[in-house]
């Protein structure tokens, strides 16, 4: 099945595939040749898609997936993952007040907050990513998927499994994966969480980072990005991440606090999640 998702331009295609190359899960995800490739499973159905853009206004999606039920969730799943339906007129407009984000949105207009396929994986990533780099975490990732994840029946070259289901999650002994043993528990918690309240990583749902935070092992860092990427909370920020923190450092020339950064953040409300993004990607083209 073919189908074009339609946006508003710009689009900065290449930056979302910078982003999601670097932390493609072997087995699971694939880019090759500016396509994005991966598994999904819904409601225990799999299946895989591909991704790439066409024209000037539209990504076309190729859909592998039995049910022909679960299309419009898959479709409103994709548009969030790719932040298809961001105003990015009126984004710019507030953030471009700011003369740093002026110069930067100017340099890259098309940037967009990369999303997630699902609530669950994303949490699992952003736990594997505490106090590891991208690298080490997303090797993790994979030996995870590999040992857990469901093997695919058939499906395009360097597709092999789907990510595992909560119920798997929750009562394996994550930990001999490589990794301490609180970190494994805190994943196991969250896929547990997750099985009393299916709702957990639902968008638009009010609370999402609170109930996020009162989970074991969940601090604000995690949370905030759970709510950037899954619950896409357009005024999500990070704080403590040492990336956003080099960013602006070496934007502004100086030393930065994390309270610092919180506090150049303020004008960057309701949009911070945006604003956060052109600083990470500034990180890639900073002098």
């Known amino acids: 099945m073919r189908l074009l998702l339609a946006y508003r331009p710009p689009y900065d295609w290449a930056a979302m595939l910078v982003f999601l190359s670097a932390r493609a899960i072997a087995g699971m995800e694939t880019v090759v040749d500016g396509v994005y490739s991966r598994s999904i499973g819904l409601d225990g159905v799999h299946g895989t898609f591909s991704i790439k853009p066409v024209g000037d206004a539209a990504l076309e999606l190729t859909l592998d997936f039995p049910d022909p039920a679960g299309v419009p969730e898959i479709v409103a799943r994709l548009r969030r993952m790719f932040d298809l339906d961001a105003d990015l007129p009126a984004i710019h407009r507030h953030l471009t007040a700011d003369p740093l984000m002026a110069r930067l949105i100017a340099e890259r207009p098309g940037l967009r907050v990369p999303g997630a396929w699902d609530g669950l994986e994303l949490a699992i990533r952003a736990v594997l990513g505490q106090q590891i780099t991208v690298r080490a975490a997303i090797k993790l990732a994979g030996k995870l998927v590999a040992q857990y994840g469901e093997a695919l029946d058939s499906a395009p070259p360097g597709l092999t499994h789907v990510f595992p289901g909560a119920a798997v999650l929750a009562v394996s002994d994550l ?113």
């Open 175 to 287: 930990a001999t994966l490589g990794m301490p043993k609180s970190r494994g528990r805190t994943l196991s918690g969250v896929a547990q969480a997750l099985l009393d309240d299916p709702l957990l990583f639902e968008p638009a749902r009010e609370g999402g980072v609170a109930r996020l935070l009162a989970l074991h092992g969940i601090g604000d860092w995690t949370a905030q990005y759970i709510a950037l990427r899954q619950l896409r909370e357009r005024d999500a920020f990070p704080s403590g991440d040492v990336g956003l923190i080099n960013a602006l450092a070496a934007l502004e020339g100086g030393p930065v606090t994390a309270r610092e950064l919180l506090r150049r953040a303020e004008v960057w409300r309701p949009y911070r999640g945006y604003a956060a993004q052109q600083l990470w990607t500034s990180l890639s083209r900073v002098d």
